[in-house]
């Protein structure tokens, strides 16, 4: 796709936020031989179920099945704010990975920590192309920009991949958190445990493929017109 490192980099807050909602673009766009990574800004070490290193053994696993590199921040699950220490964090792994397209968290999803993941990595992406920015690294600033639609989009997606091939491989790397998504009468009872949920990313990528005649697939949001290399990359896909 280019001369960089990267093709793809899908960032959470947390390890699973990527394979809840783009486990398939990122195997579907490793199985086309795009280079493609997964940047976690914590280990989600405050959630209800898990540690953080049993949450940091389970991205790496479920990276491995989606065919990603992963690469934790170690940023303080849900307590990291929207300042210089955490932006220069960001920038040094975007002048590192050298992606050309990032695919972030929703801006208007419910989890505050995936709210302001979004917002931190605009801006990071923005000044990580400055020369004269005082962090380390070559500048480096993605071509395109991509996000999530959260758990209930509220407009359809701006793009939409056919993930039909890749659904078996993508849902492999979901079940792989299994501190966190085993419905279990031993564990606590969180959201993303209930049968619900698992059935409302079936039912989520079952309609988004409905619309292109697919049995799944999934969405992309961006700012128009699109860019591009999100073009690019969706081209690459198909």
């Excluded at 359809?156 to 966190?180: E, G, K, N, T």
Aim: net charge neutral; proline share 8%; hydrophobic share 40%.
């Amino acid at each position: 796709m280019s001369n960089s490192n990267l093709d793809l980099l899908a960032v959470g807050a947390h390890p699973d936020d990527v394979e809840v909602h783009v486990g398939g673009i990122v195997a579907k766009a490793a199985k086309r031989g795009l280079s493609v990574a997964i940047l976690d800004l914590t280990v989600g070490d405050l959630g209800t179920r898990g540690t953080a290193e049993q949450r940091r053994q389970e991205g790496l696993e479920a990276a491995k099945i989606l065919g990603a590199q992963r690469h934790f921040l170690n940023l303080p699950d849900a307590r990291f704010a929207e300042g210089e220490k955490e932006r220069i964090s960001l920038m040094e792994a975007f002048r590192t990975l050298r992606p050309m397209v990032v695919v972030l968290p929703s801006l208007e999803d419910h989890h505050p920590d995936h709210r302001r993941t979004h917002r931190l990595c605009r801006e990071a992406m923005y000044y990580s192309g400055l020369k004269n920015y005082p962090c380390p690294g070559e500048p480096w600033r993605p071509t395109s920009v991509a996000w999530v639609g959260g758990v209930n989009p509220g407009a359809p997606p701006d793009l939409i991949v056919d993930v039909s091939d890749v659904w078996p491989q993508r849902m492999a790397a979901f079940d792989a958190f299994d501190s966190q998504v085993k419905n279990a009468p031993d564990r606590p009872v969180t959201k993303i445990s209930h049968p619900a949920f698992r059935a409302g990313i079936e039912g989520r990528a079952m309609h988004w493929g409905s619309l292109i005649l697919q049995p799944y697939a999934e969405g992309l949001w961006c700012e128009k017109p699109i860019p591009p290399g999100l073009l690019k990359l969706w081209n690459l896909l198909h």
